[in-house]
């Protein structure tokens, strides 16, 4: 009796028990420097730190270039502008980052995250197997649909049929098909779009929304929406993180 009392517990505790009895914690670093919206910063660090097995903090490309990751379980690069932090976090920031996925860190970038994750202009490649289908990006902003595919109800949860998120602008997605990186796996799916500034149609309908890979021995999960802002959805940000350090 006391041992289904005891995992009865365990499924409704959020934290995570180890074999000696500690809780598992998870130390998030919050990139925010230049490119970095304050708005995405401030709602996933607020969202983060109501969780009890969870602790934000916000890292800037200084600590970054410096070697600070190696005290964190996952970073976190928001919505704004990747290419401003790219230059942001330079190639010294590049190289630690880089270290902290090959030693089994974790990754998760929104919207600029996202693109910042894909670096298709960078010789080193990039962070997970990963195109854009279109290089016209200014898409515009929009309340989408969008539905979780089977592997992502594993990880966020059971939320049947068509969901409303917040996009502005996020990439569109396709395979990369590189060689070096294993193929990702799609987490969520747009069912709707938006393509103002004469963007191409019919490409982000049923392309993938969320998708996680493989870097080294880290991995690596973008969202071209934003889950951070759509308090509906603010619930997806903690399985993410806790997937992308591992679990």
Same mark, same amino acid.
């Given at each position: 009796?006391?041992?289904?009392? &005891?995992?009865?517990?365990?499924?409704?505790?959020?934290? %995570?028990?180890?074999?000696?009895?500690? =809780?598992?914690?998870?130390? %998030?670093?919050?990139?925010?420097?230049? /490119?970095?919206?304050?708005?995405? +910063?401030?709602?996933?660090?607020?969202?983060?730190?109501? =969780?009890?097995?969870?602790?934000?903090?916000?890292?800037?490309?200084?600590?970054?270039?410096?070697?600070?990751?190696?005290?964190?379980?996952? %970073?976190?690069?928001?919505?704004?502008?990747?290419?401003?932090?790219?230059?942001?976090?330079?190639? =010294?920031?590049?190289?630690?980052?880089?270290?902290?996925?090959?030693? /089994?860190?974790?990754?998760?970038?929104? +919207?600029?995250?996202?693109?910042?994750?894909?670096?298709?202009?960078?010789? !080193?490649?990039?962070?997970?197997?990963?195109?854009?289908?279109?290089? =016209?990006?200014?898409?515009?902003?929009?309340?989408?649909?969008?539905?979780?595919?089977?592997?992502?109800?594993?990880?966020?949860?059971?939320?049947?049929?068509?969901?409303?998120?917040?996009?502005?602008?996020?990439?569109?997605?396709?395979?990369?098909?590189?060689?070096?990186?294993?193929?990702?796996?799609?987490?969520?799916?747009?069912?709707?779009? %938006?393509?103002?500034? !004469?963007?191409?149609?019919?490409?982000?309908? !049923?392309?993938?929304?969320?998708?996680?890979?493989?870097?080294?021995?880290?991995?690596?999960?973008?969202?071209?929406?934003?889950?951070?802002?759509?308090?509906?959805?603010?619930? &997806?940000?903690?399985?993410?993180?806790?997937?992308?350090?591992?679990?």
């Amino acid at each position: 009796m006391l041992k289904q009392i &005891f995992a009865i517990f365990c499924f409704l505790c959020p934290l %995570v028990v180890l074999a000696d009895g500690s =809780e598992k914690t998870y130390r %998030v670093a919050i990139y925010n420097g230049p /490119g970095a919206a304050e708005i995405c +910063c401030d709602s996933s660090y607020d969202i983060l730190d109501k =969780e009890p097995d969870i602790t934000p903090k916000t890292i800037s490309p200084e600590e970054i270039r410096q070697g600070e990751l190696r005290h964190f379980d996952v %970073v976190i690069f928001p919505g704004g502008t990747g290419s401003d932090q790219s230059q942001a976090i330079g190639e =010294e920031g590049w190289k630690e980052l880089r270290r902290f996925l090959n030693e /089994g860190g974790g990754y998760f970038g929104t +919207c600029a995250g996202a693109y910042l994750a894909l670096t298709k202009n960078r010789a !080193d490649g990039s962070l997970i197997d990963a195109k854009l289908k279109s290089d =016209e990006w200014e898409r515009g902003k929009a309340i989408l649909k969008i539905e979780l595919s089977q592997e992502g109800t594993k990880i966020l949860g059971d939320h049947p049929g068509l969901l409303d998120i917040h996009y502005e602008n996020g990439p569109i997605l396709t395979e990369a098909h590189n060689p070096n990186l294993t193929p990702y796996i799609t987490l969520a799916y747009f069912r709707s779009e %938006v393509a103002d500034n !004469d963007t191409p149609t019919g490409i982000q309908t !049923d392309s993938p929304a969320i998708v996680a890979g493989k870097y080294g021995k880290g991995r690596v999960i973008i969202s071209s929406p934003h889950p951070e802002l759509t308090p509906a959805l603010n619930d &997806f940000l903690p399985p993410l993180v806790r997937y992308a350090a591992g679990d």
